[in-house]
């Protein structure tokens, strides 16, 4: 089974710097997806930004973006330039496409990283 | 309709009651998922459908909890006989299902969730 883990369960950065939220996974697959949500106090989740594994290039995303190492199952997100509506939990989700309806296409979820920016 | 919408936002029930929760996918959407998160903490997955396939039931923590998912449209998340431990809010998300041979989903959006309170 595939699991995900963020081994930061609270981080802080001041307003206008850079900070990373990281993120490390399992699987035994070649090619699956990864996700990075956010979610703020309002409960809603909110897609950050999404990274397919045949894709090499790091995606980005505006102030977003993440480093994505395969051989090392990492995958992991810079915030820069750090707003105060950045402040939210922030979660990093696997799904694996697999090549049948019985075992691909679930969402897993890491445990999530709280990330508060301080004015 | 635009998003993904949950019903009730808030329910308060006593212990032993049961309880239905609506969740309306983004039309077209042919996966939905439900999740419960419980206070500051990260996604525990429940239940899964995706188009006619059979559902993935690996995350339902008892034979209490249980799901439905008519005409391929509206999901219900009914729990039996509550306890105080299923107080949590419960997501509902749906995503397009690209198809294919390594077809897969595209990202989740999520409602806004239903703050369930057993008391």
Known sequence: AQTVTQSQPEMSVQEAETVTLSCTY???ENNYYLFWYKQPPSRQMIL?????AYKQ???TENRFSVNFQKAAKSFSLKISDSQLGDTA?????????GVSMEYGNKLVFGA???LRVKS | GAGVSQSPSNKVTEKGKDVELRCDPISGHTALYWYRQSLGQGLEFLIYFQGNSAPDK???PSDRFSAERTGGSVSTL???RTQQEDSAVYLCASSFYRGGYRGANTEAFFGQGTRLTVV
């Open chain 1, 26 to 28: 399992d699987t035994s």
């Open chain 1, 48 to 52: 950050v930004i999404r990274q397919e």
């Open chain 1, 57 to 59: 290039q790091n995606a």
């Open chain 1, 89 to 97: 939990m922030y979660f990093c989700a696997f799904m694996n496409p």
């Open chain 1, 112 to 114: 999530g990283t709280i």
């Open chain 2, 58 to 60: 690996s995350g339902l």
């Open chain 2, 78 to 80: 009914t729990i039996q």
